[in-house]
Every structure is written in structure tokens, then in C-alpha cells.
């Protein structure tokens, strides 16, 4: 396990052997989790479910990284990979994203077209969207450590995790359904730019507006005594 002053990378099983409040208090504030080989597993994702709710209670966020057609590309995969990433991001606290590359894993000509057009659907959340609510969680982490209550950080945890929760809920569903539709029938209006790029522009507007409102560094004022 590789160790850092401000996060971990380790496996699932890994989380439970360690000390988190102990190394919270140290200053770690990520994990990162290692995936690999638990996509379709049951008893895998089972200790992955209970390492998230560890990571989430004891306050620690959650980062991964996952290939959406992993190695052997099937539409198996897509569906394992989605639960996979479902069971990470369930609680709106881990934005979701995953990677859609097209050089690895040889697939079928039908899924190939699939991977392209997935591909070129949801980069709006995978290189925009996920991204800044990812960089707006690590601001709102940090900014609950700091000495002092914060002006707003409550009510801004629970704006962020709703807004997070419709974006990974949005974006999951796009990909099980639009999948689901072209492994039937080969062909999904899903995907289609005019249907997606408004829905990620509205949420993207909705946490600019959150993230302006909000400012870690500025102390909730003092109530003046009655």
C-alpha cells in the first residue's frame, strides 16, 4: 500500500486493516481504490460495499479508476462494470466516472460502434462534469477540516451529494440503457448529442452556482450575545 500525506491507494480488503481514524487525523483524506478483478465477482463486491460505507463514515473520500469495457469487451462487461461503479458512487458523495477506450480489447464490429458512439456521448461528463465535482468535493473536504466552523458547509455537503447523486444517476442510466438498446436492436437514439449535451450543461450550470455560493475559507459569523 502506497501512502502519501494526503491519500492511499489499496485494495478493498486493504481498508479494513487499517487504522482510518487515526490516519484521518494525519491528514489523509482520499483513498483510492484498486478494482481490478471485482466487476461480476458477487463475494468481491459485497467486501467492496463495505469498504465504501467504512471510507464514507469515517469521513475519507473515494477515487478509482475503471475502464468501462474492461479487457474483453462485451455488453456482460458494460453491465458488470455499471453495477461495479453503482456500488462506488451509490451515495452521491464519489462522483462517477470510468474510462472508454477504444484501443484496448478487441470487441465484435457491432460492440466497437457502440464504444465509439458511448465514447464520444459521455466525454462531456468524463473530462467536464465528473471532474469539477470532483475537485468541488476535495474543497469541501478540506474545507470541513479547517480549525473553526465554516460558514454554510453543512447545508453546501448535502446540495453537492444531491447534485452528485443526479449526475452518477444520470450518467450510469445513459450508459445501462443506451447499451441495453443497441445489444438488442443495434441501433439507440440515446446518445444523441441534442438529448445529452443539455442534460450536462443544466447540471453543470446547477454546481457553478453551488460552487459560487460557497466559500470554505470564510468563517460563519459569530451570533452576538442577547
Sequence with gaps: ???????????PREVAARDLQGLSKRGLYLVRL???GI???NARLRELLVAVQTLRRTGIL?????????????????RDNVALVRAVVADGTTPATFTVDPSHG?????????R?????????WLTGLSVQLTAAWTELVVGERRPGRLCGV?????ALQ????RSNTELLNLVADSAREYELTGETQLLEHELVAPRVALLTETLVALSNRFHPARPAPLQQAG
Excluded: N
Excluded at 154 to 158: G, K, Q, V
Excluded at 162 to 165: A, C, D, V
Design 1 to 11: 500500500m502506497e501512502s502519501d500525506l494526503w491519500s492511499l491507494s489499496c485494495s
Design 34 to 36: 484498486d478494482l481490478t
Design 39 to 41: 466487476a461480476g465477482d
Design 62 to 78: 473515494v477515487e478509482y479508476e475503471l475502464d468501462l469495457f474492461g479487457e474483453s469487451p462485451r455488453f456482460a462487461t458494460i
Design 106 to 114: 478487441q470487441c465484435s464490429p457491432w460492440l466497437e460502434a457502440y
Design 116 to 124: 465509439s458512439r458511448v465514447g464520444a456521448a459521455v466525454q462531456p
Design 154 to 158: 453543512a447545508a453546501h455537503r448535502i
Design 162 to 165: 444531491r447534485l452528485t447523486l
